[in-house]
């Protein structure tokens, strides 16, 4: 009895947070877009912004990022306050933000470039992360030539390549087609799985959240607030193939529609 | 264009003009007009004299240190205004004053400020081809890709980074049509000033040729100049197809 006690408590112990947002407000003029938010993202894990469209995720992804300044509140990485963008933080952006007028290497290694990284190492660890995310090949074509797809891989590539500890992921993919999005949300998985780093991912579309989702935080609009946190518990462990048919996953989908159905007009 | 199933070469047209000139000149309809044949031998004859070739080197210097200082000057510029909302607001209506302005009107005021020498030339030729180089390069900053911006901004680039690294090639297209419109601006700049501020260079071959009714050699130096100002701008419609690539992407 005892023992079985001690199991469940350290069963439910979060890892610690990698980020943690504490009251963060943000208003535009007389629109709150976001009031008294306050969430821990757990280390090496994918936690999910998901909500309707107006609720705030993505300024609240640009505000852990720092592009974005909150008119009150603070977030913290590892304990430490943010104060603008930093080493420690990657963001991957909806529309690829590429150079058009640049390679593949050059574009993947530009993060590396903004830190002063010599030419040589710089190219030598994108040329790295070009093949990890399958684009061998095409490090010298450009932008333009390349599908929606592996413009992203692109973005992704570029992200990864400065090693920070966490990813901040804008509805990366809602700019590819379906049968690529799939792909991506396989991929993603293992990425988590084999990569340690803390996935921060902003989404609209409910199976998804669900199907990469370590924890999904729901956000409601007007004024913008944490719903619900949900923490699928089993049907990861089960493999990609069976996750869609898994009778928890199919019970969170519905029940996080349920919740958001009200809010869509 | 293709006729009786050849393809011509690019620019055939300029034989049919050429023909036409050469009968009107052979008609001998009027002393203004001497036949293509007789300005092409005569172009021949000048270009090797020491007079033509010393109002080359003028109008080239001229010419050069005027349009320098319009890149050098109006690409930045035009890059910051765009970037800079409060900048723009107080240089903006300038721009488009002078950019409108008739400024030959402005030539007398310039030679009182900087005398009748080559700097008021130079001035001149920067006045003519400035503004819309600084009004492109604005309007090129002013359409960049916001989330490229914000890229650079989380990878931790620096202004200057930013600068030379995004505004300045994101820009580029535009700038390039700038520079080539100010340019071809910038000759008739230049003329203008060498006809207005001090007699000098090709201004001076032409005073010298149409005051003695040198017709054919009046022509002749007009060529050599339309050549080489369709020249320049060509070389830089080249510069902008180079960057075409990525134009119609960002």
């Keep these: 009895m005892a023992m079985s006690q001690i199991k469940q408590v350290v069963d439910n112990t979060l890892p610690e947070s990698a980020v943690s947002t504490r009251n963060i407000s943000k208003n535009y003029g007389d629109v709150e877009a976001l009031k008294n938010l306050s969430l821990e993202f757990p280390r090496g894990q994918l936690t999910s912004l998901l909500g309707p469209s107006g609720c705030g995720k993505t300024t609240l992804l640009k505000i852990i990022a720092g592009l974005l300044e909150p008119t009150s509140g603070t977030v913290e990485v590892n304990g430490q306050t943010v104060k603008g963008p930093g080493p420690d933080r990657a963001f991957v952006f909806q529309d690829f933000a590429l150079l058009p007028w640049a390679t593949v290497l050059r574009n993947v290694a530009f993060g590396l470039e903004m830190r002063g990284v010599a030419k040589s190492e710089r190219e030598a660890i994108a040329e790295k992360y070009i093949k990890e995310v399958g684009l061998a090949g095409f490090e010298q074509s450009y932008p333009h030539e390349l599908s929606g797809g592996m413009r992203q891989r692109v973005g992704l590539a570029r992200a990864l390549s400065v090693d920070a500890e966490v990813l901040l992921m804008d509805e990366p993919f809602s700019a590819v087609d379906e049968q690529t999005r799939r792909k991506f949300q396989e991929d993603l998985l293992s990425l988590v799985q084999h990569e340690n780093k803390t996935f921060i991912f902003v989404t609209h579309s409910i199976e998804e959240a669900v199907y990469v989702s370590d924890q999904i935080a729901i956000l409601l609009p007007r004024p913008s607030r944490v719903h619900e946190i949900i923490r699928p518990s089993n049907f990861r462990s089960k493999g990609v193939d069976n996750i869609r048919r898994d009778p928890e996953y199919l019970d969170i989908v519905d029940e996080i529609w349920a919740s958001l159905r009200t809010y869509v007009e | ?250």
């Design chain 2, 1 to 250: 264009m293709t006729l009786f199933g050849y393809r011509l070469p690019g620019m055939s047209s300029l034989i049919v003009w050429g023909l036409l000139w050469e009968i009107v000149g052979q008609s001998g309809l009027t002393f203004f007009v001497p036949p293509l044949s007789e300005v092409v031998a005569t172009l021949f004859g000048v270009i090797g004299t020491s007079a033509f070739q010393k109002a080359l080197a003028e109008t080239a210097y001229a010419f050069i240190a005027g349009v320098f200082f319009a890149i050098v000057i109006g690409i930045p510029v035009g890059i910051l205004m765009g970037k800079n909302r409060l900048l723009d607001e107080m240089l903006l209506p300038w721009v488009n004053v002078f950019l409108s302005a008739p400024l030959t009107a402005l030539v007398p005021v310039l030679m009182v400020l900087f005398g009748f020498g080559m700097k008021s030339i130079i001035i001149t030729t920067t006045l003519f081809g400035i503004w819309i180089i600084i009004l492109n390069s604005r309007a090129g900053v002013k359409q960049i890709n916001r989330s490229l911006l914000e890229m650079a901004h989380s990878f931790g680039a620096s202004p200057m980074d930013a600068f030379f690294k995004i505004y300045f090639w994101a820009a580029l297209p535009e700038i390039l049509g700038g520079v080539r419109i100010g340019v071809i601006r910038a000759v008739k700049g230049v003329i203008i000033g060498q006809l207005l501020i001090s007699i000098v260079g090709f201004g001076a071959l032409f005073e010298l040729y149409s005051a003695n009714f040198l017709m054919a050699h009046f022509w002749a130096v007009l060529i050599v100049l339309f050549a080489l100002a369709f020249s320049i701008s060509e070389f830089l419609a080249y510069l902008e197809r180079r960057v075409s690539y990525y134009a119609a992407k960002r």
